[in-house]
């Protein structure tokens, strides 16, 4: 059953990245733990929160917490083609991410009315994600490719496209990206160390949560 809401428009999105400045992406192997993980960040502040499509019953789990976290954002990511696009509108994600950039992905996004992310990682790429309508674009995977000096590279030509850098961005290093010009981070592991998920400790990870929101904005 297609989800009753409101799609976000892109500035409206945009609004949010610039106002959240951290994307809480989670990679869940079972179900239970992926709403744990949620209600988590979602406690520490963190309100945008993604859902990966590989994760355990994503779509459920997206609709689920769309109903238990109403004052968060939640989205989903590794988005691979348009069906799966379909399928995690239908389930109520209000974003979208992809880790490619992939024209008729995009094109299906905008006529759904969602934002869409996709990766990228050359300025050719980022430019032909921007111009197809992606709402900003995911450098991803940052690290790789010299990380926080790359986005600063990136900003003299490609100042006027947002982006949003992924793959290994730490707590030690999400503001240095906020400064260098990405409009808000994408964090996995650092947000859900294996010994607290291992251990179950859902009120450390929500103050991991709360201290990195805390940090992008003392800082910010």
């Not at 239908?90 to 994600?93: H, I, R, S």
């Given at each position: 059953m297609r989800h009753q809401s409101v799609n976000l428009s892109n500035q409206s999105w945009l609004k949010l990245l610039q106002q959240h400045r951290a994307i809480a992406v989670i990679r869940?192997?079972?179900?239970?733990l992926g709403r744990h993980m949620a209600?988590?960040?979602?406690?520490?502040?963190?309100?945008?929160i993604e859902i990966t499509w590989n994760s355990d019953r994503a779509p459920e789990l997206i609709t689920q917490l769309r109903q238990e976290l109403p004052t968060c954002i939640i989205g989903t990511?590794?988005?691979?083609?348009?069906?799966?696009?379909?399928q995690a509108v239908?389930?109520?994600?209000q974003f979208l991410f992809s880790p490619h950039t992939h024209i008729p992905l995009i094109q299906a996004a905008v006529a759904a009315g969602v934002p869409?992310?996709?990766g990228a990682l050359s300025p050719t790429e980022i430019i032909t994600a921007w111009d197809a309508g992606a709402s900003c674009v995911k450098v991803f995977p940052i690290q790789a490719v010299g990380g926080v000096s790359y986005i600063k590279a990136l900003q003299?030509?490609?100042g006027q496209i947002p982006l949003i850098p992924t793959g290994g961005v730490t707590?030690?290093?999400?503001?240095?990206f906020i400064n260098a010009g990405a409009i808000a981070v994408g964090l996995s592991g650092d947000l859900f160390p294996k010994a607290l998920m291992a251990a179950g400790d859902w009120d450390a990870i929500a103050q991991r949560a709360k201290t990195l929101r805390q940090q992008l904005h003392t800082q910010g």
């Open positions: 869940a192997l079972e179900y239970s209600r988590a960040v979602a406690a520490g502040g963190l309100s945008l990511g590794t988005i691979l083609n348009v069906e799966q696009l379909q239908n389930a109520g994600a869409i992310v996709p003299g030509p490609l707590f030690a290093n999400a503001f240095d």
